[in-house]
Structure formats: structure tokens, C-alpha cells
């Protein structure tokens, strides 16, 4: 499914407030206050329900398609390296942490959920085979296209993970990204198997929309790298826990990661390696990131960052 940017307008007015008046931001909620955990509002409207459907058991692989432009020449602002490392980072390490746990707690019919396991597969590039604007038939078909030439295996336990530069889009009806959504998911099939897909846009094309949070120096010092490792965890939470969107999502259609979009939870202060101020809310491997909270799906739901909270 597709974040609706639901949460935008909140975000931008408490940094917008917390700009102007620093005073007035430390009267929030916020645990730390003044920082992007002030934002949001949790969707607390009921428990998520299972409807059925197929969870990712085991561990997943997760495999990088980098779309676009991503070199050092003649890209530009389009692709940014250091982007890459933030992601392939990420990945490394996202897997059997206590935030990724939290899917854990979405089981079967037959009671078998999804371990908290994830590994980091390895990536290809693809420069603009679809285009510069896709279809989300365009980003199955980019996935499918990697496993017929041999860039990438067909793994139907895996997650194939399309990360476009900065002038790729998807436009494909109600799905506009930018618009409507920073990052989806869905599935596609290759000689016959099903595949589970995800896109996540590079919020350098419309940052004031799928990176708001970032409007204050950044952990790693990289406001699209940042925000895309926001959105990227967004959508594997989803991914592993809805797959085929008949797993796990509430009576609205909100899937975990979507009722806790725009929340961030207790932030602490970090140094960029620029020696600025930044916030963030979780340390993986070498690096500090600020995602958006996921779903803890027990009698009493909340957002949280942790599966022991």
C-alpha cells in the first residue's frame, strides 16, 4: 500500500513553529523538545486485524535496484553515492533489531510470524530502462527484467527494493509520488512465482513532502539519504506483515507502519559528521537514523520504536 502523507501538514507546522518560537516547542510532548518527535499524531482508531492473508516467515534477503542516474558524472543532483552507503547501511543492519521485532507480532493463521530477521543481498543499477516516469507495472516490470537478464535471482522470500534518483517519478492514477505517497509496495510474478516489491522515491524531488522531518540538519548529514531510510523501513514493516495486502492492516486499511506515520517517539541529540545538531531515534551498526515509528499490535496498540515497549 502507499503512505498517503497523511501526517505532512502536521510535520511542517511543528518545525514550522519550533523555528520561529524554540521557546514554544519546549512546551510539547515531545520528549525532547524542539525536535521532530513533537510531529505527527498517532492513529490510535483500533487494533490492526489479520484478514487471512500470507506474512514473510523467516529471513528475508533484501535486494537494491538503484534507478536512475547514480553515478559521480554527469548525474548532478539526480544520484548521490553517499546516499547509497546511508541505504546499504541500513539494510545491513536493520534486520533482528528491537524496532524490527516489532513485525514479529504479526503471526499466521497457522501462528508462524515474520522472526525479525533480515539481510542485506546485494544491488544492481538500472539506468532509466522504463523511463524517467513509471507506472507501478513499470517498477515490477524493472524487478522482473533484473531476474531475466541475471542481475538479481528469483528469491520469493526476499524483497526487491526500486530506489529512485531525484528526476524519476511515479505516476499511475490515484498514485502520484511527491503527491500522494513517498513509497509503496506490491507484488509481481516472474515464470510464475510471486515477487514482493517496494519503491521508495528520492525525497530530493519534493522534500517539503517526503522529507519534512529533515528541515533541521540530518543524522548522517544527507536529507534525502535520511528520509529515504525513513521511508524504506516503512515500507518492509509493511511489506513482511501484509505482503499480498491480505495480512495484516485495520478496519480503515492502515497497515502498521501507516498508523504511526509522522511519528518519531523519544529522539536524542547526535553530531553529524559536518559537527551539526541533528536528532534521531534508533543507533544500527555505525550510524544514527530517525524513522517513523511501526505498530506494536498488542490489546492496548501504540507506535513505538521497540517491541519491548
Not at 543481498?121 to 516490470?141: C, F, I, K, N
Not at 522482473?144 to 524519476?168: C, E, H, R
Request: with cysteine.
Amino acid at each position: 500500500m502507499k503512505s498517503k502523507l497523511l501526517a505532512l501538514v502536521s510535520i511542517t507546522l511543528a518545525l514550522t513553529l519550533a523555528a520561529l518560537d524554540p521557546a514554544a516547542a519546549q512546551h510539547t510532548d515531545s520528549p525532547a523538545a524542539g525536535t521532530p518527535a513533537a510531529s505527527g499524531s498517532t492513529r490510535t482508531d483500533g487494533r490492526i486485524l489479520y484478514h487471512n492473508g500470507p506474512v514473510m516467515e523467516g529471513t528475508s534477503a533484501v535486494y537494491f535496484i538503484w534507478y536512475g542516474c547514480w553515478g559521480t558524472v554527469n548525474c548532478g543532483q539526480s544520484g548521490d553515492p553517499y546516499i547509497q552507503a546511508i541505504l546499504i547501511d541500513f539494510a545491513s543492519n536493520l534486520g533482528s533489531s528491537p524496532y524490527f521485532l516489532i513485525n514479529a507480532g504479526y503471526p499466521n493463521a497457522g501462528g508462524r510470524a515474520p522472526n525479525g530477521a533480515l539481510i542485506y543481498g546485494g544491488s544492481v543499477g538500472d539506468q532509466y530502462s522504463r523511463g524517467p516516469t513509471l507506472s507501478e507495472a513499470d517498477v515490477a516490470a524493472i524487478v522482473a527484467d533484473q531476474m531475466k537478464n541475471g542481475g538479481l535471482p528469483l528469491d520469493t522470500a526476499g524483497i526487491y527494493v526500486v530506489l529512485t534518483s531525484a528526476d524519476v517519478t511515479v505516476v499511475d492514477g490515484d498514485t502520484q509520488f511527491c503527491v500522494t505517497c513517498c513509497q509503496l509496495h506490491g507484488t509481481g510474478l516472474f515464470l510464475g512465482s510471486t515477487f514482493k516489491y517496494v519503491f521508495v522515491g528520492n525525497p530530493r524531488r519534493c522534500p517539503s513532502s517526503c522529507a519534512a522531518e529533515y528541515a533541521q540538519p540530518s543524522p548522517n548529514d544527507n536529507t534525502a539519504g535520511d528520509a529515504m531510510a525513513s521511508w524504506l523501513a516503512y515500507a518492509l514493516n509493511a511489506t513482511v506483515t501484509n505482503p499480498t495486502g491480505t495480512g495484516w492492516y485495520d478496519r480503515n486499511g492502515l497497515e502498521n507502519s501507516e498508523k504511526c506515520e509522522g511519528t518519531f517517539g523519544t529522539t536524542y541529540p547526535v553530531t553529524n559528521h559536518w559537527g551539526e545538531p541533528a536528532w534521531a531515534n534508533i543507533h544500527l551498526g555505525y550510524r544514527d537514523y530517525l524513522l517513523q515509528q511501526n505498530w506494536v499490535n498488542g490489546r492496548k496498540g501504540h507506535c513505538a520504536m521497540s517491541y519491548l515497549q
